[in-house]
């Protein structure tokens, strides 16, 4: 099992940044990836970003890429998410996920809020 807590969300202006944390704990030695998802007001949930745990090797959706990083601490067993240049459709609850195999996502933190006003 794993086990994922994720922070580090609130409100924040149009053009702004934010930094989001992923805490693993658990059996973390065998995750293959961890990424971020969200879930905008109305909207399904959707791919952000991922990094995978061994190589660092990241993936990011087109709509995040060139603003968003996705970053991993194997030591702290952390993911962290620095969003720049936010805009208002990057509001939603962002969700930390991860997965042992490559196959779904099976392990979920409880989500954090973003907001991005204009």
């Known amino acids: 099992q794993v086990q994922l807590v994720d922070s580090g969300g609130g409100l924040v202006q149009a053009g702004g940044s934010l930094r989001l944390s992923c805490a693993a704990s658990?059996?973390?030695?065998?995750?293959?990836?961890l990424g971020w998802f969200r879930q905008p007001p109305g909207k399904d949930r959707e791919f952000v970003a991922a990094?995978?745990?061994?190589?660092?090797?990241?993936s990011y959706a087109d709509s995040v890429k060139g603003r968003f990083t996705i970053s991993r601490d194997n030591a702290k067993n952390t993911v962290y998410l620095q969003m720049n240049s936010l805009k208002r459709e990057d509001t939603a609850v962002y969700y930390c996920?991860?997965?042992?195999?490559?196959?779904?996502?099976?392990?979920w933190g409880q989500g954090t809020q973003v907001t991005v006003s204009s």
């Open positions: 996920a991860a997965r042992r195999t490559s196959g779904e996502y099976n392990y």
């Open positions: 990094v995978w745990w061994s190589s660092g090797s990241t």
């Open positions: 658990g059996r973390t030695s065998s995750m293959y990836s």
